[in-house]
């Protein structure tokens, strides 16, 4: 333990370089940037860096490329909150309360509280992976592919709690996004799939261009509805910041979206968005009054922005200690080390200790920079909404395409986009959430892919996800959840008390 | 008359042309050059392409500035069907390539927009192969199996006890990697027990913890874990051995089980470039494979020296397609 401690100290004393410093400063307002701009995001990000870097100094480059990573999802949020238009993935389901936080006037509160939840949780698990990573390691290489379906099984099981007032509605939602998931070359047989001969499907379709027409798209298309029948109500600016009883009242799950969000963030497959919908799904099942989640729960907002930077955080276990990534920015992030000539893996620390414990004291540091360098913003950021929005939607609209389009350079993409735009619209009007339906496109494939290959392993048979102990855990848990609603309102009936 | 003056100045022309040619300033770029990296930011091909944009402008090896563009999708099938469809004769323009491409054309998904037939590599103009990586066939470091034959012989045995991880489809170059050598040692290759993963990092951790028995990835994506001594090669798919971390590491031939599989790294242009201006490319990007930049580059990428132009290139392509074709046929996996 003590030796952690003086190669953390060695750590520091690379990383508190002037020029270091510096370098971590451009990446978290780099960062920041493209988390908050809907449409790039991490992987883009970094993408876009990578020529810069090359020909630096490996351990300046990566403090930069993390502080980069860590910024997006500071970022990610903002959005999410204001305009109700998810800057990344992981911030879907902080649209949920976020919004409505901003629409009550609350906007300041919800942004510090993410920005806080950051901090937080991008700490401790900056803790967690100096202390815990070999062991961290070995406990996620159990999970193989009747674990990981069990997995994506609880995450989809979070869809009950992200039901406003239909739950058949949000699994109608959820299916529609676990049918486009399947669109695309298929994993297990390499056969095309719905794509009708277009080449651009081959792939599927994208979270980006699903999120954005969902999202940003149907909520222009509402504004314009409403604008011109005056029924929306301008948004009070409001108290801007945030109270010491919001502030306690957020504390634990930040915690717990902390330790979800660093623990799924370590698996190799999974990732910050299924982290951010399970501990939203987590803390409104032990709230003593779920109904207050989804009408601007301040928890709602902490435990999805802690559980998704923990994520980022444990996502970078795999690739430090075995060099393997364990999500495309991580990818990308490898592709980075070795152009900068840094083999990573399980000899990084010994023949570039430079980097690791550089990198490892860097995220302290790039934490606290994006802390200090978000508060502020909060201020900035909820003024915002004082833009009209006959100006501010159409903005958003155009820095959303822009984003689409410039990752991609496909028509397709912005064609799909409008698309879905309409769906959007129609499934507002007729109360259908749209958080489901991108937990849909995100899990989908995963848990499609993960149940394929338990299956192949085990030549067929389905007794794979029970047998082993960590999935059957899994598989009951997420049985549990989804029809725990139903067990307890029939309990309340037979015990006569009055029904909510 | 007319025809007379037609061909007079044809003869003028291709003397004009000639002597061009013979004092070495055949064609050259006179606007700026698109490069495409035919996937996402931060993929191989988009390294690739990338690579070349750095060296070639570096060095000054090219008199325009060039611009990299990710035109995404398929495995190549998007940018190569738009290419074909709006960009043909276009010498301005390279696009990056690698066996993933082979694939694309052989499962039929890259297109003539035109005629809609089946795409090969006839119908597009290879320019030249810049590096290399190759496959290799992996165990756990406490795996039973020593080397390539024990492998085999497990699977000669009971081929559902050889489980494969790959971070590609079914019918992709990590499957007929595995395929390629099972079937060089006269067994059957249809029975492959092959667990498709997204990406090679995912592959490696199944297989890291006892999900999988045996791996089939590129050896760029390994070095870490055989230096740290996680993984045990069982066979290099290289014609010799390779250096480095990898000097141990036996090759399959070595076993007795004579095949290979190159990952070659490219690019190809457009179709219908004159000679001229597709030799300048050859040459340009020939010049490129041998400065000190570009060594460096190619070898901080995990990349192996390979350069091969012209029309021996086509040819290893073309057998390349056909011998995709003909193993994914075997598999079922083409009709």
Known sequence: MAEVFSSLAYGFSVALTPANLIWAMVGSVIGTLIGVLPGIGPVSGIAILI??????????????????????????????????????????????????????????????????????????????????????????LKFGPAEYFGLMLLGLSSVTSLAGKSLVKALLSMIFGLMIATIGVDLSTGIARYTFEVPQLLDGIGFLVVAIGLFAVSEVLLAIEELGQARREPIPLGRVWLSWREFAASWWAMIRGTVIGFYIGVLPAAGATIASFISYDVEKRLAKDPSTFGKGDIRGVAAPESANNAAAVGNMVPLMTLGIPGSSTTAIMLGALMMLGVQPGPLMYQKNPDVFWGLIASMYIGNTMLLILNLPLVGLWVKILAIPERILYPLILAVSVIGVYGVSSSTTDLLLACGFGLLGYYMRKHDYPLAPAVLGVVLGGLMEQSLRQALVLSDGSYWILLQRPISLVLVVLSVVSLVSPYLIVAFRKFQGEPQF | MQRRVGLSTLAVLLGVVILAGAAGAAWQPDKPIEFIAPSGPGGGWDRTARGAQKVLTEEKLVPQPIVVNNVAGGSGAVAISQVMAKRKGDAHLLLAMSPALTFTLALGRAKDPATGKNLTFRDITPIAAVATDYGAIVVRKDSPYRGLKDLLEAYRANPAAVSVAGGSAVGSQDHVKFAKVVKAAGLDATKVKYVPFQGGGEALASLLGGHTVAAAPDISEIAGQVEAGQIRILAVLSDQRLGGVFKDAPTAKEQGVNTNYILWRGFYAAPGLTKEQADYWRETLGKMVKTPSWKKLAADSGWFELFTAGEEFSKFLDEDLTFASTLLKELGLLK
């Open chain 1, 51 to 140: 020529p810069v870097i090359y020909g630096m100094n490996p351990a300046s480059a990566m403090i930069m490329l993390t502080a980069m990573y860590y910024g997006t999802m500071y970022g990610g949020s903002t959005t999410s909150i204001l305009v109700n238009v998810p800057g990344e993935a992981s911030s879907v389901v902080t649209t949920l309360d976020g919004y409505q936080m901003a629409r009550q006037g609350r906007a300041g509160a919800a942004l510090a509280i993410a920005a806080i939840g950051s901090f937080v949780s991008g700490t401790l698990s900056i803790l967690g992976l100096m202390l815990f990573a070999v062991p961290l390691t070995t406990l996620a």
